[in-house]
């Protein structure tokens, strides 16, 4: 797992391949272009590319664009005025690009995740959701494209809260390498009686006031 890995231009006939987790990606020279194929294993997605000459390819995993929504696959309660430290997954976005010999760099295709989807929200409004485990301890690294996000849960009322999904937003410029995981900066979400108010733990961090 890393976040940017080159990805060779095969020679006519040959393939080039990058595998992240339980995906696959492959990039075929064929006549007259290149292919490039996307699989899982259950599902295959095909784009054909026409390539210059001159200039190299990335795959680089990027933050998604928009807010996201994790919904929690666990129940979660939170007692008056209590806290709860943890971890979630959140995923990120293989995005292949193309670097020219004038060291421009430009987006020529995202594929987005199995299971990120894009909602509208009344309060936070366009958002991409996914759905999440809720981990007590620091998760063993598995291959796959999304990162760990380090998460304080305070409840500032003197009320139960019960707690179904968590907003955040993700930046590249965030992210990192540790124990051979992709990791963000800490959060603190509050809860303050309907949703959850959101601050980073790290300075210049953006949240979902």
């Given amino acids: 797992m890393a976040l940017r890995v080159p990805l060779a231009k095969p020679p006519r006939g040959g393939c080039s391949r990058v595998q992240l987790g339980s995906s696959e990606l492959l990039l075929e020279s064929v006549r007259g272009g290149h292919s490039l194929l996307w699989t899982n294993g259950r599902t295959a997605r095909r784009t054909a590319l026409g390539l210059p000459a001159d200039g190299k390819l990335v795959l680089e995993l ?40 004038a060291a421009a760099s430009q987006v020529l295709l995202e594929v987005t995740p199995e299971g990120l989807a894009a909602e509208w929200d009344e309060v936070f409004g366009h958002v991409q959701t996914c759905a999440t485990p809720w981990l007590a301890r620091f998760p063993m690294r598995n291959g796959e494209p999304r990162a760990v996000v380090p998460l304080r849960l305070h409840n500032d009322t003197r009320t139960v809260a019960s707690v ?31 949703r959850f108010g959101v601050a980073a733990d790290g300075p210049g961090q953006a949240g979902v006031a």
């Fill in 62 to 101: 990027r933050a998604p664009q928009f807010p996201l929504v994790l919904t929690l696959r666990d129940g979660m309660v939170l007692g008056p005025r209590s806290r709860l430290c943890g971890y979630v997954w959140a995923p990120l976005v293989p995005t292949l690009v193309w670097n020219d010999s």
């Fill in 164 to 194: 179904g999904s968590l907003p955040m937003v993700l930046r590249d410029q965030e992210l990192a390498m540790l124990r051979g995981c992709i990791v963000t900066r800490p959060r603190r979400l509050h809860w303050r009686g309907e």
